[in-house]
């Protein structure tokens, strides 16, 4: 793309974003997040300036200030079908174009790479806020969120002893349906076990680190704006407590009270932009991998155990009824979570794996056969 053409594409995407942030604002009944709006829409359009000197500079003519055919039409749905819909796009927009002067050297000392994160953590605020505002139950979640620890580790060893029980049951099966030797079954059913044990675990090992360095990355792009750009940032948190619905001087006191001191604005920075807690920093990655290894291994040794005492048809039989009683309980677990039946969904998933088991034993049968 040619230095002409990749000023016109800036500028014409400042001025698409200013005008979504203009039609939020006309159609916003609450005056602070009206008042948000219109500052993020006054930022687009010194953008947009700052990009039209830059055409100057260049000798190239400056396109008229118009929206795009595609923002007229998203504005027209949302003044039709509510403005949720424009602040759903806005956000994704900001989400993956924050980033983008993070490589263009005009842009260097401008602020505004700094800005275009900015607007993306505000919008990801507004997005998933009601059309009277954020929330009270959002705002819990986006500002508390490490505290659903609890839940989500029991949704988590549900769901992991369910794979391991899930996955070797099929296994095991499969075998035993390829050949009734007990000896085989019972290697085949510890081979899948250790494997998909190992993989579960190397899996949230390498999840929960790279959300570690994730967050390690994004605190230390903070400090870096924090401490090149002070007043930004303060501005920026009052943005955030304004579009909480706070009114302007608590937003600006509180804002102000919290950046006098750097560790404790950029640890509320983290939290209210970020949404990470610098404390937990995403989690202990061997915790979570052996955790995984564990639950997975709890789930696949059931269907496995009576093939440590006996075998042929009547240990296939125990291990299927072993199983199903642990697929209806791991059911109900999940139900647990969903709110679903505790009957129902225990039923179900008891159905579903024991069929699973069932086809995969059919499909090991007609292997056997046609290997022997």
Known sequence: MSEAARYRENYQDEIDGAAQYRALA???????????????AETEERHAGFWVERLKGIGERVPEPKPSLKTRMLIRLARRFGSQILVGV????????????????????????????????????????????????????????????????????????????????????GVAGATFSRQSVLIGGLAGLLAGAASMALGEWLSVQSARELTTKQLAVEAEELEAMPEEEAEE????????????????????HIMEDREAALNTLAREEL??????????????????????AFGAVVPVIPFFFTGGTGAIVISMALAGLAL???????????????????????????????????????LGSAIH
Do not use: C
């Open 26 to 40: 006309d159609m916003e009944s609450d005056e602070s997040l009206t008042e948000v709006y219109l500052k993020l």
């Open 90 to 173: 806005v956000a994704a927009n900001e989400t993956l174009g924050q980033t983008m002067y993070d490589d263009q050297p005009e842009t260097e000392g401008q602020g505004m790479r700094a800005d275009e994160r900015s607007h993306a953590r505000i919008l990801s605020v507004l997005s998933e806020s009601s059309p009277q505002g954020v929330e009270g139950s959002v705002l819990a979640r986006i500002e508390g969120r490490h505290r659903s620890v609890g839940g989500n580790a029991l949704r988590a060893a549900v769901l992991g002893a369910n794979d391991g029980l899930v996955s070797n049951l099929a296994l095991i099966m």
């Open 237 to 256: 948190l009052a943005l955030i407590y304004r579009a909480k619905g706070l009114p302007e001087d608590k937003a600006r006191e509180l804002a102000d």
């Open 275 to 296: 949404g990470i807690d610098p404390e937990e920093m995403g989690g202990n990655p061997w915790e979570a991998a052996v955790t995984s290894f564990f639950l997975f």
């Open 328 to 366: 209806f309980v791991t059911g109900a677990g999940i139900a647990l979570l969903t709110g679903r039946n505790v009957v129902f969904s225990g039923a179900r998933q008891t159905v579903f794996g024991l069929v699973a088991a069932g086809i995969v034993f059919g499909i090991g049968a007609l």
